[in-house]
Nanobody, 126 residues
């Protein structure tokens, strides 16, 4: 199993910046990708950004140009740098890790699994 610990959320004003961090336990070589989801009241859960172990990144259209995802595979850590924050960015942000679908035997418990952190609240005040 993988435990994910998020940090970095808080209360900021429109235009401010925050950096979220997510540290995972377990074997980082067994994780195919890590990313961030968010969910605001009355909204569907949204994939904000995701990055693979080969540094292939995905961003939701709403955050392109403002958010940057990065990772440290050796430390099984992913970051989300959030700049030019808008009120619409207010949400609970949850770290996510996707286990590989097939690999070495030591990764067998990760095959096809999804792991979630508890979430960290980001509130952007206008």
């Amino acid at each position: 199993q993988v435990n994910l610990a998020e940090s970095g959320g808080g209360l900021v004003q429109v235009g401010d910046s925050l950096r979220l961090s997510c540290v995972g336990s377990g074997d980082p070589s067994c994780i195919a990708a890590m990313g961030w989801y968010r969910q605001a009241p009355g909204q569907e859960r949204e994939l904000v950004a995701q990055i693979t172990s080969s540094d292939s990144a995905y961003y939701a259209a709403s955050v392109k140009g403002r958010f940057t995802i990065s990772r440290d595979n050796a430390r099984n850590t992913v970051y989300l740098q959030m700049n030019s924050l808008k009120a619409e960015d207010t949400a609970v942000y949850s770290c996510h890790a996707a286990g590989i679908v097939a690999a070495a035997y030591q990764c067998r418990q990760y095959y096809g699994m999804d792991f979630w952190g508890e979430g960290t609240l980001v509130t952007v005040s206008s």
